[in-house]
């Protein structure tokens, strides 16, 4: 199954993504991740987020602290052009948190 890639990344971006990917997470996560992140912090319930409840699942009640930490592991694999295209999508994201 073929995952999409987080847009706007170099082909040497998507390839260090799929390595992380394979070695550590699951195939597809990052841009997974990214679109649950900017899901959430665009919608006006995530000011109500608890640690204490949700579902569990991360596309419907996602962990921030967890989806953060994931997504800057995403950004220490990357090459520098790509590293801040990224960071630079996930500031304007934090800002919205």
Not at 7 to 20: E, N
Request: net charge positive.
């Amino acid at each position: 199954m073929r995952h999409r890639p987080i847009p706007g990344l170099s082909g040497r971006g998507v390839a260090a993504i799929a390595r992380l990917e394979r070695e550590r997470f699951d195939p597809g996560g990052a841009a997974r991740a990214l679109r649950t992140w900017a899901w959430f912090v665009r919608t006006p319930g995530h000011r109500l987020w608890s640690e204490a409840e949700g579902c569990g699942v991360s596309e419907c009640c996602p962990d921030p602290p967890e989806l953060r930490l994931f997504l800057h592991a995403v950004v220490a694999v990357l090459p520098p052009k790509d590293a801040r295209l990224l960071r630079k999508q996930l500031d304007q994201l934090d800002d919205m948190w």
